[in-house]
């Protein structure tokens, strides 16, 4: 996906056979990086810049999980994280065929159970929120309100012919719709 010299890598086997790793090649000093599919791309690229805010997303959901011990919060948390994985690939290769697996239909549905039974059990007031109630919430509302930049770049990459599967749309403006939800329920149950 990005700049391999932020991705950690294997080179080669040493003496003792153990793998050495690399963590910067360089590679992007001069404002360049690779695609995933291995297109080489300005830095201010539209997709790098779509990949940079999921990434950006998933570690303000990475940080909402420190603040809880609540399981079901813990492991929706954990599912949607390793989701954000398998859209950060999709979303840096414009090739869709070298894409393994996909965000699909069930990922969107599985969003949709978890919105719908979260407000079950916590009625949305309808009023704007002041995020801030305890760091759990506003961990989350920060990940949402990076997600809604996410989706607004890969709007832009759908109007210029960029995004290819309208699966991917769909994932993250349900995913925001889950994180408000989420963030309301942990402002009630934070623990």
Not at 40 to 48: D, E, G, T, Y
Request: net charge positive; aromatic share 4%.
């Amino acid at each position: 996906m990005a700049d391999k010299g932020k991705i950690t890598r294997p080179e080669k086997k040493g003496a003792d056979n153990k793998i050495k790793l690399i963590t910067s090649t360089k590679k992007g000093d001069r404002g360049q990086t690779r695609l995933l599919s291995g297109e080489k791309v300005s830095k201010s690229n539209l997709r790098i810049e779509a990949c940079g805010n999921l990434d950006e997303s998933n570690a303000a959901m990475g940080l909402a999980k420190t603040f809880t011990e609540n399981e079901q919060i813990r492991n929706i948390i954990s599912t949607i994280q390793g989701e954000l994985v398998l859209l950060g690939a999709e979303l840096s290769s414009t090739d869709p065929c070298r894409i393994v697996k996909h965000i699909d239909l069930e990922h969107i549905a599985q969003l949709e159970q978890w919105i719908n039974g979260l407000q079950q059990e916590v009625p949305l007031a309808p009023r704007f929120v002041s995020p801030g109630v305890n760091s759990l919430s506003a961990a989350l509302d920060l990940a949402r309100s990076v997600i809604r930049r996410t989706e607004r770049s890969m709007v832009i990459l759908q109007e210029i012919g960029q995004l290819q599967r309208a699966e991917a749309l769909k994932y993250v403006n349900r995913l925001g719709c889950l994180l408000y939800i989420l963030a309301r329920y942990a402002e009630k149950s934070p623990n």
